[in-house]
């Protein structure tokens, strides 16, 4: 919920990053040799009893180590990637989408990441798995550079390239997953809003409100409110079978506000 609420606000959700950091360092260290490219302790066989549950725990804690940029857990998913790019080598299925959303969402970006962010985009374009493609557009939205989610979001007006209903998920959830990524989204769905809904999603308006909700709906903060209601205001009725899901998305954006209004300060205190 806390992440969730905080994600728009970049300052404080490093803050409260940079305070949970040691509680993941040392949850990694109790997991690290599950996450290795070499020697790694297998994962406990669902078929035990509680194995499930332990393995699920284990899964988490990586994924979160990575997310909370625990230097080992980047290093070995780095490690991870470079095997998976040089040498075809199949990536622990319980760790792919970890190991390609870490090293994805690196910053500084470079152009060595740019590079890895195209080759990645040519699995996607190769892959003849939708359950696959789904891990992969989810990693490839996380980039910290705004001409490559430009770039991506262009990509999504192409049929040839992606499907019209993989294409409202990409622009919808996975380029919405980070601050940057809504704002790209946001000001990508106001200058192609009449292309959009008219002629490249018209078949596949079912999926127009996930779209819709995905790129509004995170904003926290009064000016993304009003830019959002100055810009669907005049153009309401074009939103179909997005109108439910526009209307959620401004309580949303309010509910944001408020809790941020309420608990914001509360959380600036508790990280300092």
């Not at 779209?211 to 074009?238: C, H, M, N, W």
Request: charged share 25%; net charge negative.
């Amino acid at each position: 919920m806390v992440g969730r609420q905080i994600s728009g606000d970049s300052t404080l959700n490093a803050e409260w990053k940079a305070k949970w950091k040691p509680y993941y360092e040392a949850l990694y260290e109790t997991y690290k040799d599950y996450f290795k490219v070499t020697g790694a302790t297998p994962l406990p066989d669902d078929n035990a009893p509680g194995a499930f549950q332990e393995r699920q725990k284990i899964i988490f804690a990586i994924s979160t180590a990575c997310q909370f940029d625990v230097a080992g857990c980047i290093n070995a998913a780095k490690e991870f990637f470079q095997k998976y790019k040089d040498d075809n080598y199949q990536l622990p299925t319980d760790f792919k989408s970890t190991i390609l959303k870490t090293v994805m969402s690196q910053e500084p970006v470079t152009e060595e990441l740019k590079t890895d962010w195209e080759w990645l985009w040519g699995k996607y374009l190769a892959s003849p798995s939708a359950a696959e493609q789904q891990i992969l557009y989810y990693a490839l939205g996380l980039i910290q550079d705004n001409s490559t989610l430009i770039k991506f979001s262009e990509y999504c007006l192409n049929e040839t390239l992606v499907r019209p209903s993989d294409a409202l998920y990409i622009m919808g959830r996975s380029i919405t997953q980070t601050k940057l990524g809504r704002d790209v989204s946001l000001k990508f769905l106001m200058d192609n809003w009449t292309y959009l809904h008219e002629e490249r999603f018209a078949g596949a308006l079912f999926a127009v409100d996930a779209y819709v909700f995905g790129v509004l709906a995170k904003f926290s903060d009064q000016e993304s409110y009003d830019k959002i209601k100055e810009f669907f205001t005049p153009r309401y009725e074009t939103l179909g079978p997005g109108t439910a899901a526009y209307e959620s998305s401004l309580q949303s954006i309010q509910g944001n506000i408020a809790w941020l209004s309420k608990h914001g300060q509360a959380i600036r205190d508790y990280v300092e």
